[in-house]
């Protein structure tokens, strides 16, 4: 490993670690994180404790036409199908930058949920920069009001990844991009019990 790669590696690490004790200011923890892969395969699971309720979350990350609020790297969300015989068809547009490679991904995936304690997307791949993508969120009322919420993600993308520092770009990605969603998810989720309690909801 060059020594330029290798102050680059202890840049990022240094950014992961200020992001996450950033989160844990803020009332989120994150209890436990893992990237694996398994050739093209991608596996994140994480575990998360927010300081808001299951609904507040819920309402957050069901939000499709306001995603972009939760990461810098969501360039575009939105709604796009809504029927009465199936899933909800969503699209997202995200765009990273890590170390020198950057890459822009593009999905249509179908929405399903169980209000407020599951989401599932599922990357339909003939619209998609994907050969697979699935990602689900588990939440559950924990003490004091707050919410744990179990987040697992799969993907295989449906692009080429350079072979000697992609998979490490990738994973580091995906927990930095990770570390700032949580943040801004509990900042979002506050607001709107900010809201409710001012207006008695």
């Not at 575009?76 to 909800?88: F, I, K, L, Q």
């Not at 997307?121 to 179990?150: C, F, K, M």
């Amino acid at each position: 490993m060059s020594e330029t790669i290798q102050q680059l590696t202890y840049r990022s690490g240094a950014l992961l670690l200020v992001l996450l004790l950033q989160s844990l200011a803020l009332g989120a923890e994150i209890v436990d994180i893992e990237v694996d892969r398994d050739g093209r395969r991608y596996t994140l699971v994480s575990t998360t404790l927010f300081d808001a309720s299951p609904e507040r979350v819920f309402a957050v990350l069901i939000d499709y036409d306001q995603l972009a609020r939760i990461s810098p790297t969501i360039k575009d969300s939105r709604h796009v199908e809504s029927t009465d015989d199936g899933p909800a068809v969503v699209y997202s547009r995200i765009g990273a930058c890590v170390f020198f490679y950057c890459k822009t991904v593009e999905k249509y995936e179908y929405l399903e949920f169980v209000r407020p304690t599951y989401i599932l997307t599922t990357a339909i791949p003939e619209r998609s920069d994907v050969i697979y993508s699935q990602s689900e969120w588990s939440l559950e009322a924990s003490g004091n009001g707050g919410t744990t919420v179990v987040y697992r993600l799969e993907f295989e993308p449906d692009f080429w990844v350079p072979p000697l520092i992609g998979p490490m770009v990738i994973k580091r990605a995906l927990v930095a991009d990770g570390a700032i969603a949580v943040e801004q998810i509990e900042i979002l989720a506050q607001k709107l019990a900010n809201f409710d309690a001012t207006n008695g909801r």
